[in-house]
């Protein structure tokens, strides 16, 4: 069985075939998945999809491109929305410096706040980081240092200090679409070389979709892709791969109740 441990159900792409989703995500051997928020003004939806299946869970949180207009200076709201027998994550939240779409200040105020609640709520911090490593890795361990918080890098594919410093706060990483594509090289060598007591794989869908879907509409179904993939790198079975991080997931994700997989 295989966790997609993020994806965005809510987004319009996948809404529009919602019970398809699902349906070619269980013949894929996908049991779980979590979609993740990225506005608290979009939140109920998010959460919605999660009411109305088992095996999935979400997440509640702000993305960095929303942190100009929702950008959250305490965790109050969060922590509130994190009460939600179904909400099993904060986030995804961090830092975005390629886009810039809200100010570096913003963002980084913003990210402390989730951080505030993952501690608060004992919840995973799901974070997002791109063209930002040292600027994360560093508030990632100043907060560290106030009080440990569980957390993981979402959609990797950072420099490796980024993962190292992830890894020595207790992280967990998780692998995206992208380790397959052709440029990757430099990712596959880093992903070789991280724990697999520490991996997790998604599908970030529908965005990356992975070799061999490349150009379609990504779905929690081609998460086996990237899993097949990863278990290459690894030189794992697939079987254990998706033992690993499905242990990994559970034990990342302890709201999350295996039970209700399909």
Known sequence: MLIDSHCHLDFPELTSDESGVLARARTAGVGGMLTIGTRL?????????????????????VHPHEAKEEGQ??????????????????????????????????????????????????LPLIVHTRDADAETGDILEEEYAKGAFPGLIHCFSSGRAVAERALALGLYVSISGIVTFKAAEDLRTIVRDLPLDRLLVETDAPYLAPIPKRGKTNEPAYVAHTAAKVAELKGVSLADLEAATTDNFFRLFTKAERSRCA
């Open 73 to 122: 200076r305490t965790p109050d709201r969060l922590i509130e929305a994190a009460r939600h027998p179904k909400v099993v994550g904060i986030g995804e939240t961090g830092l975005d410096f390629f886009y810039e779409h809200s100010p570096r200040a913003e963002q980084a105020e913003s990210f402390r706040a989730h951080i505030a609640a993952s501690r608060e709520t004992g």
């Open 41 to 61: 003004d979009q939140f109920e939806r998010v959460r919605a999809i999660a009411e109305r299946h088992d095996n999935v869970w979400c997440s509640v949180g």
